[in-house]
């Protein structure tokens, strides 16, 4: 495979290398090939693929390799653990770019900028603890404009910024 990253991926790279009794997945490379493609050409991609495919390393791989900025955005905290957890440090070790990541857990542990500054303005003249506390409960649904300009910060200096799914 000619794609950046696609020796590691390929039967004797990286993970072959570094992984015990590894799989060769052809469509894992397919799709990883698809990736590199449309990082190249700075395109939007849809990919599907099913269970057992390797879907993680191949989005992953090509997109390290780009050495671009990249936000993946995960629709589970599980996923987030193992691309914090094992896919990452395996990759860094394998791959010959280094690389550095942030983990931004769970949108309920951040404020949205635009609900706070709303919920702020209709709060104005109660009873400051009432509405502090009215103002905390509803902002922390992270709205897609907030959480697409915290990911876009984390990444100024990042590679890979695992996020969970925003709110509409």
Same mark, same amino acid.
């Given at each position: 495979?000619?794609?950046?990253? =696609?020796?590691?991926?390929?039967?004797?790279?990286?993970?072959?290398?570094?992984?015990?009794?590894?799989?060769?997945?052809?469509? @894992?490379?397919?799709? $990883?090939a698809a990736v590199a493609r449309a990082l190249a050409d700075e395109?939007?991609?849809?990919?599907?693929?099913?269970?057992?495919? =390797?879907? +993680?390393?191949?989005?992953?791989?090509?997109?390290?390799?780009?050495?671009?900025?990249?936000?993946?955005? +995960?629709?589970?905290?599980?996923? @987030?653990? @193992?691309?914090?957890?094992?896919?990452?440090?395996?990759?860094?070790?394998?791959?010959?770019?280094?690389?550095?990541?942030?983990?931004?857990?769970?949108?309920?542990?951040?404020?949205?900028?635009?609900?706070?500054?709303?919920?702020?303005?209709?709060? +104005?003249?109660?009873?400051?603890? +009432?509405?502090?506390?009215?103002?905390?409960?509803?902002?922390?649904?992270?709205?897609?404009?907030?959480?697409?300009?915290?990911?876009?910060?984390?990444?100024? $200096?990042?590679?890979?910024?695992?996020?969970?799914?925003?709110?509409?």
């Amino acid at each position: 495979m000619s794609a950046p990253g =696609g020796d590691v991926l390929a039967p004797g790279g990286g993970l072959a290398r570094a992984i015990p009794h590894y799989e060769d997945r052809t469509e @894992q490379r397919v799709m $990883s090939a698809a990736v590199a493609r449309a990082l190249a050409d700075e395109r939007a991609l849809i990919v599907e693929a099913g269970t057992g495919t =390797g879907k +993680t390393l191949a989005y992953l791989v090509p997109a390290l390799a780009s050495g671009k900025r990249v936000v993946v955005s +995960t629709g589970t905290r599980a996923l @987030q653990d @193992q691309i914090a957890r094992h896919d990452g440090p395996l990759l860094r070790a394998i791959l010959a770019r280094p690389f550095s990541a942030v983990v931004l857990k769970g949108v309920a542990n951040y404020a949205c900028r635009r609900k706070l500054a709303e919920l702020g303005a209709r709060n +104005t003249g109660r009873a400051s603890a +009432t509405a502090s506390s009215a103002t905390a409960n509803s902002a922390t649904a992270v709205c897609r404009r907030c959480l697409s300009a915290l990911a876009m910060r984390a990444v100024r $200096s990042s590679v890979v910024a695992p996020t969970m799914p925003a709110t509409s």
